[in-house]
């Protein structure tokens, strides 16, 4: 990883690093350590770090392999609540033995070896990976010469991938005091992000359908049952707009923790479902909420005039692997060129994520949503 922090790169890598860490009461507090081949000590300050030239002027260990399966083994096994720990890298599985290898072999071990050393960490445990981008230039080992590398200038993909206990991890992507810190689409060069975690804080969000709002048609009253301190859920005496131009519009608003998902992910509607038999609700729009202690405006249009009691149950979709993670996999690195899909692509990510993906499947309820929001209607 040379190459992402020299004296004729942009800075991206470095500025990313410094942010992250700045974003802390104490940065000097913090343990760094150098992961190739072994996890080792850093040998200086955190303020040596950043007033340092390169981040990468102590050359420890062997850095033309990276033993994956040992990096996030020995995260697992030491973290401990109320820490994070944050690893910047590349995300490339190299071995010692791969010249030669089959390529399909090498990212089959690293899927295998993730899903290993994360399978009991899964159950407690959070891990957050960030996608970025830096200007890159030094050398460059394809998967089938990591002792043999190849010059290169040019964008290259990075990743930060941030692991904590799951209450540790709810506390980052709720809290206000943490508002900066997991504001990831300021850092430089952000791209994109996935949350992997057995938390069950995120798949019951507080939402509350709201009595007054710009974009509601028609009227209704709240149930006294259906109205408490988890929100206003339940709804009486639902009566349609009388313009017949108009159509039954409700709106509901939701605390989401968009730092786990991503402005992006959220507001897109293609990413939910709606169960509306009878009004046939569709999301119209989902955009920011002004309603203290929420998020986001789910908007749902009603298409089908109905009457009587019924539901509607909103859900977010839990997509894996998502398009980002699958545009940005390659199964072959070897053509070193800034103007292919090498300037913007990993070796072997899908794999990788995938056998993260694998060790968290079994500490997960639901494999096809994220959460449910149950409303109820009566007229």
């Keep these: 990883m040379f190459g992402y922090d020299g004296p004729t790169v942009n800075g991206n890598f470095k500025n990313t690093i410094t942010k992250l860490l700045n974003q802390f009461d104490n940065p000097q507090a913090t343990s760094i350590f150098i992961v190739n081949d072994k996890v080792y000590p850093y040998p200086k300050s955190y303020s040596d770090l950043i007033k340092s030239a390169t981040l990468f002027q102590y050359k420890t260990g062997n850095a033309a392999y990276t033993d994956f399966g040992q990096i996030f083994q020995t995260i697992a096994d030491d973290l401990e609540e109320n820490q994070l720990a944050i690893l910047t890298t590349d995300l490339i599985y190299s071995e010692k033995s791969a010249t030669g290898q089959n390529a399909a072999k090498i ?115 709240k149930d006294r049952e259906g109205d408490n301190s988890k929100g206003l859920h339940i709804i009486k005496n639902v009566e349609p707009p009388h313009k017949s131009t108009e159509k039954l519009t409700i709106v509901v608003a939701v605390k989401l923790p968009v730092g786990a998902y991503g402005e992006v992910f959220i507001r897109n509607p293609a990413n939910y479902t709606v169960e509306s038999i009878k009004d046939n609700f569709k999301i119209k729009a989902i955009q920011p909420s002004t309603n203290p202690g929420t998020t986001h405006d789910i908007i749902l249009e009603a298409s089908s005039p109905a009457s009587g009691e019924r539901t509607a149950i909103i859900r977010l979709k839990r997509i894996f692997p998502p398009t980002w993670i699958i545009s940005s996999s390659s199964d072959d690195d070897t053509n070193v060129n800034p103007n292919t899909t090498f300037a913007t692509t990993t070796f072997g990510l899908q794999p990788m994520m995938t056998g993260i993906h694998h060790a968290y499947e079994a500490h997960i309820t639901d494999k096809n949503y994220l959460f449910s929001l149950s409303l109820h209607l009566n007229d």
């Design 107 to 221: 990212m089959a071990t690293a899927q295998n070896l993730a899903q290993i050393a994360l399978k009991n960490y899964t159950k407690t445990g959070s891990l957050l990976v960030l996608k970025l981008h830096s200007d890159y230039s030094g050398r460059y080992y394809p998967y089938n010469s990591p002792q043999k590398g190849k010059q290169y200038k040019g964008d290259r993909p990075f990743y930060v991938l941030l692991f904590a206990k799951n209450a540790t991890m709810d506390r980052l992507l709720t809290e206000n005091q943490y508002a900066g810190l997991r504001n990831f689409s300021s850092y430089p060069s952000f791209e994109n992000q996935y949350l992997f975690s057995s938390s069950t804080q995120a798949r019951t969000p507080f939402y509350t359908l709201l009595e007054n709002h710009p974009s509601a048609k028609g009227t209704y009253d």
